[in-house]
């Protein structure tokens, strides 16, 4: 199905398109994933508003630097010492958690080519694959990641509510079958997570087959962030160590870390 996208769309979107199984494509309401794929592949083409988002991540994203090229950087694939790529994944996914704080925009190509380390540190080179989500969906998945540490019941359930994933038709059971589908997909339990590519795609199917049965329609935002997903899956798998994502998570995204100048 990604094979039949029009032909505006540049390859590194289409890569990332394959993610999403064949009978996913009937749930989208593809008026405004038409329009949101036109916008984020002409910045892709033309590089427009990057260098302006990448002044605002830049606030949130320490300790990872934002540059405009990774001349003279050692490549991650070169590096073989555990203990640094360990160190770089906890890095990325801190920049992954801190995009989130950004209205204005994110970045969502985290694949492994868009990095680069020197000796202090991690160092991120953005193209122009960026995307501003609805306020609702942005706040939504903040206050998603959030309620993984309250000791309200009702949060979960509240922030689903409000990145409108949490339909009032459905019934008590498909309620809970959703709701342990997306916290399966997004949740951070683990404290030695390694990540598989291969499980998220069994995760991103399951979630899709759940739509379908039940006659959603998906706005883009939510198949811009599984492309987002996507990319930090494929770089953290390939770096392949563990990472204590409950605990960067808060580090980043709990209220007290979340006053961070955007």
Known sequence: MANKLPGFIPQELRQLARFIPRSGWD???????????RTVSWRYV???GVNELATRIRAVAEPVRLVNSLDDTVRLTDIDDSRRLRRSGDDILRLYFSQWLVPSGMFIDLRLARFGADDAGLLFNPNGLWIELRTDFREGM????????????????????????????LSP???EELKQLLFNHFGIDQRSQRF???????????????????????????????????????????????????KICAEVLLPEAAAKPE
């Open 196 to 246: 598989s590519i291969d499980a998220f795609k069994a995760s991103f199917d399951e979630l899709f087959s759940f739509f379908v049965s039940h006659d959603y329609k998906l706005h883009s935002d939510f198949v811009f962030v599984g492309f987002y997903l996507i990319t930090l899956y494929l770089t953290l798998e390939q770096l392949g160590q563990s990472h204590d994502v409950r």
């Open 27 to 37: 749930v989208i309401d593809w008026k405004p994933m038409l329009g949101s794929m």
């Open 46 to 48: 033309s590089r427009r």
């Open 142 to 169: 903040l206050a998603l990641y959030r309620s993984f540490y309250s000791s309200d019941d009702s949060a979960f359930d509240k922030a689903l509510r409000q990145m409108g994933m949490l339909h009032e038709d």
């Open 173 to 175: 059971t498909a309620s």
